[in-house]
């Protein structure tokens, strides 16, 4: 029988192995979401809701715990771990306290005598999620998707098999069949995510990760005519202004770039500077890392991957300033690279960079500056640095999902969260994504 092992990135050493659901175990996991649908989309909202609370409650309870299996799979420090899962747990406060209001009927002033917009629920969501916030990215699909009314089905990465089974058992020991999570082999996973998708018990699909999975995943969708949410790649402008205050936009250039050893889809990633303040934010940035801390990469091919980026980008012509060469020793680990005078046509400003790499890109001048921004095929994450009327004024020329201004890009789950371009349709979190994940229904009184 197939198997999925998982391994440790700070060592290299297995740390777990299962066995990987045969199409008997699969078909069993989406009879159950499929059966429960019925009965959970008619429960109260005020019930639905509840469940959401004692969900935050338990992984704060079990916060050390389900840490430490973030940290064994994905490789982030411990104390980042937490915070990820002390975010999961706010969301679940979040969507309990504002889905009443969100899902709500509208009221519609039009030729009826009344009329409003209701929000229902559409069935089961397929979920394919991805290895680098293990716990936060199955939470906010799946608050989302279970205040609606929706039962949920997970394949989440092979990476972080133990975490999808941990949320899987948090969510089965409160209601059984509302979350099921599948463990597919490598191999295996396209086939059996397309035959998923394409099962006409499988209403809507979301999925997080790259380009290449988030296509594949909308043209099986697109040939079953369902809905999509994709969360896909970034490579987000972090402008800095000539009147910006340079200590604390290398301070949150650095949290940014190198939090989650890189790996996140909406990190700054191209640091596009006014040449007046450029040397000045280099120096800063790099006094930065001094303090920096960061654990590996979750496998070794990412980390040969940026090596790639760094040594290809270097040879067509920008300075490696530090960092860049894998640490000695077992795991991971890639010391933190800053890369500067990067320009268009170079692999760290054309690709997408998920590791600890910055790319410092230098700009003439504001408008220099947009098209910098712009000149990219994602558009995820914008955050623009200077006086804050001036900053928001050249913000607003930038492409981009979210605008942040003096402050980084960061998901808030009050506030709509995704992109557009490469970077994928649709949105999580907030109201938006709550209805995501609902049948739009017009109703008209005569």
Not at 75 to 82: D, Q
Not at 171 to 196: K, N, W
Request: with cysteine; aromatic share 6%; net charge negative.
């Amino acid at each position: 029988m197939p198997e999925v092992v998982t391994r440790d990135p700070a060592t290299g050493r297995e740390l777990g192995r299962y066995p990987a659901h045969d199409e008997a175990a699969v078909e069993q996991a989406l009879a159950e979401t499929a059966a429960a649908a019925p009965g959970w989309a008619a429960t109260p909202l005020g019930e639905r809701l509840a469940l959401l609370r004692t969900v935050g409650k338990l992984l704060t309870e079990r916060r050390d715990e389900y840490a430490a299996l973030i940290t064994a799979e994905m490789g982030k420090p411990l104390a980042e771990s937490l915070a990820e899962i002390d975010k999961c747990a706010w969301n679940c406060s979040v969507v309990a306290d504002l889905a009443p209001e969100w899902l709500a009927d509208r009221p519609v002033s039009a030729s009826a005598a009344q009329s409003w917009i209701s929000y229902e629920p559409l069935g089961v969501i397929f979920a394919v999620m991805p290895w680098n916030f293990p716990f936060w990215q199955v939470l906010r699909f799946a608050c989302a998707a279970l205040a609606a009314g929706n039962t949920a089905l997970l394949k989440h990465s092979p990476d972080v098999t133990g975490c999808a089974l941990a949320i899987e058992e948090l969510f089965e020991s409160l209601q059984p069949g509302l979350f099921r999570a599948l463990v597919i082999d490598a191999g295996r996973v396209a086939d059996v995510s397309r035959r998923i998708i394409l099962d006409p018990r499988i209403a809507a699909v979301t999925l997080t990760g790259s380009e290449r999975a988030g296509a594949a995943v909308a043209e099986a969708a697109g040939t079953a005519c369902k809905k999509t949410v994709l969360e896909l790649g970034g490579s987000d402008p972090f402008v800095v202004l000539a009147d910006a205050s340079i200590s604390a936009a290398a301070d949150a250039a650095a949290r940014s770039r190198f939090g989650n050893a890189g790996q996140s889809c909406v990190a700054a990633k191209r640091f596009i500077v006014v040449e007046e303040v450029a040397d000045e934010f280099v120096a800063a940035l790099l006094a930065s890392l001094e303090t920096t801390q960061i654990g590996p990469l979750a496998r070794a091919d990412l980390r040969d991957n940026a090596i790639r980026q760094i040594e290809e980008t270097v040879a067509a012509g920008a300075r490696l300033l530090t960092g860049g060469r894998p640490v000695d020793g077992p795991g991971y680990f890639l010391e933190p690279a800053v890369l500067d005078h990067v320009t268009p046509g170079m692999a760290a400003f054309t690709e997408e960079t998920f590791g600890p790499v910055a790319a410092v890109v230098r700009a003439r001048d504001d408008d220099h500056a947009v098209a910098l921004a712009n000149d990219t095929d994602f558009g995820l994450g914008c955050s623009v640095w200077g006086a804050t009327g001036h900053a928001l004024a050249v913000g607003r020329r930038i492409r981009s999902g979210a605008l942040f201004v003096n402050a980084p890009v960061a998901s808030d789950p009050r506030l709509p969260f995704g992109g557009i371009g490469r970077s994928g349709h649709g949105r999580e979190l907030s109201a938006e994504g709550v209805r995501e994940f609902t049948n739009l229904r017009t109703v008209a009184v005569a």
